[in-house]
């Protein structure tokens, strides 16, 4: 059989690419190595009734293209996190505090107004849809985030909040994130600092976000179990190899699959300048635990759930009542691979006790995102001179090939995976 299209990866841009497509009119195909669909985003049920999100779980005001998806599906947005009660944490090997890091002086207070407002300013100069027009372009992206803290006469308690903030993002130290990249990421969704959790995280969907692929893969045809080989990509047709060795014919391919998995896939019939360009993309290596808890407990102390922490553990927040996620940063993954298996969870779990006091889990789940076969990563991990050297292709087509994908927006998330994924299929309807 011969589709018009066929998506490889079922994960959001998948899902919401091939949905698209159908509604297009085009017959269309998913294809999918998992046994399930959702890709970064899953989710598991407790006896309950509750649901827990094991993957990606919030988005913010500006992640418009998600939040219309939301919309259209018939699911409910509600606040996240933000508006918990209680002081965020800091956790060092040395201390815990709340409300500030107990490191943070007045005069860090003042260095931190400065350069936040430096950055905010700087990032108003570049355009995140072409980064690479700006005329200081190459010495933004070879430029380190911390180097450019201190040119720019940050204090070291400054540097010190910056890194412990990104590293609760799970997104590399900003020791080897390039300035152009995180510039580009904050004209993406412009706001008051350089990463405020009410714009970009302030917002869930109440049903949860894994039901948004669900609901997606219930108006599409998927075949699960299903890795893909080889892709051969022709204007007079295409074709996909399955690891099985079955070959499927089709029209046009869209690669929704993250960048670490695509290496994996032999494609013939497209530019070497649009692979070297996805080949050169990188991911952050992270892990992700989710924990239940019979009620929220942090609040016993006055603390809202939220943390950034040195520990194994980058940060937590409460994902709904009584639920607290946690993320394991790149440069902290090997160590957790390093704890023997059995001990993995007690040992995070403790972290979690030093913060918020004790209290017994239902259930806990962790997620090797940065080693599981399918995803290889987490968000895009832009290392200094990767924003250039990726260039211009990044995000484009060349059809009969397209590509989605949280890796091909400006910084990945949920929003770039719907956002890629319903601009894919506009592009291949519109080419017919």
């Keep these: 059989m011969t589709y018009d299209v066929i998506v490889l990866g079922a994960g959001l841009a998948g899902l919401s690419c091939a949905r698209d ?9 998913v294809v999918e190595a998992r046994d399930r669909v959702g890709g970064r985003v899953d989710q598991a049920t407790l006896p309950d009734g509750r649901l827990v999100q094991l993957g990606g779980e919030v988005v913010g005001r500006g992640h418009t293209a998600y939040l219309g998806l939301v919309s259209e599906l018939g699911l409910s947005l509600v606040p996240s996190y933000v508006a918990e009660p209680g002081e965020i944490v800091y956790s060092t090997a040395s201390s815990v505090s709340a409300g500030r890091p107990g490191w943070f002086t007045p005069a860090d207070v003042a260095s931190d107004e400065k350069v936040t407002a430096a950055f905010v300013a700087l990032a108003k100069t570049v355009d995140p ?16 985030v911390s180097a450019w803290l201190r040119e720019a006469g940050a204090t070291e308690g400054v540097v010190r909040l910056w890194e412990i903030g990104q590293l609760g993002l799970a997104g590399g130290s900003y020791d080897r994130i390039s300035l152009l990249s995180e510039l580009r990421k904050s004209a993406a969704v412009p706001s008051a600092g350089h990463y405020e959790y009410d714009d970009w995280e302030g917002l869930r969907v109440a049903e949860g976000s894994a039901t948004v692929a669900l609901r997606l893969a219930a108006s599409v045809q998927v075949r699960a179990g299903a890795p893909v080989a080889a892709v051969r990509i022709a204007p007079s047709g295409c074709t996909v190899t399955l690891a099985s060795g079955e070959e499927l014919t089709t029209s046009a391919v869209v690669s929704a699959l993250p960048v670490g998995p695509l290496r994996g896939v032999h494609v013939d019939g497209v530019s070497s300048a649009r692979l070297s360009s996805l080949h050169r993309q990188r991911n952050a290596l992270a892990a992700k635990l989710a924990v239940a808890y019979p009620r929220p407990f942090w609040r016993d102390l006055g603390r809202n759930g939220l943390s950034e922490c040195e520990g194994v553990l980058g940060s ?38 030093r913060m918020y006091g004790p209290a017994e889990p239902i259930a806990a789940y962790l997620r090797f995102w940065g080693t599981d076969p399918w995803t290889q990563g987490y968000v895009t991990q832009w290392a200094p001179g990767d924003v250039m050297a990726v260039g211009p292709p990044h995000g484009t087509h ?4 397209y590509v989605c994908g949280s890796d091909q927006w400006v910084a990945g998330y949920m929003e770039g995976a719907v956002r890629t994924g319903r601009t894919a299929a506009r592009e291949a309807l519109r080419r017919g």
């Design 21 to 29: 497509l159908m509604l297009g009119g085009a017959d269309v195909l």
């Design 129 to 144: 849809d072409d980064p690479w027009s700006h005329p200081d372009a190459d010495r933004l992206d070879r430029l380190p």
């Design 316 to 353: 937590t927040w409460p994902q709904s009542e009584g639920v607290l996620s946690a993320l394991i940063p790149p440069e902290r993954y090997a160590v957790l691979l390093g704890i023997p298996p059995r001990l993995r969870i007690s040992e995070l779990l403790a972290e979690v006790t």
């Design 398 to 401: 060349e059809p009969p090939f």
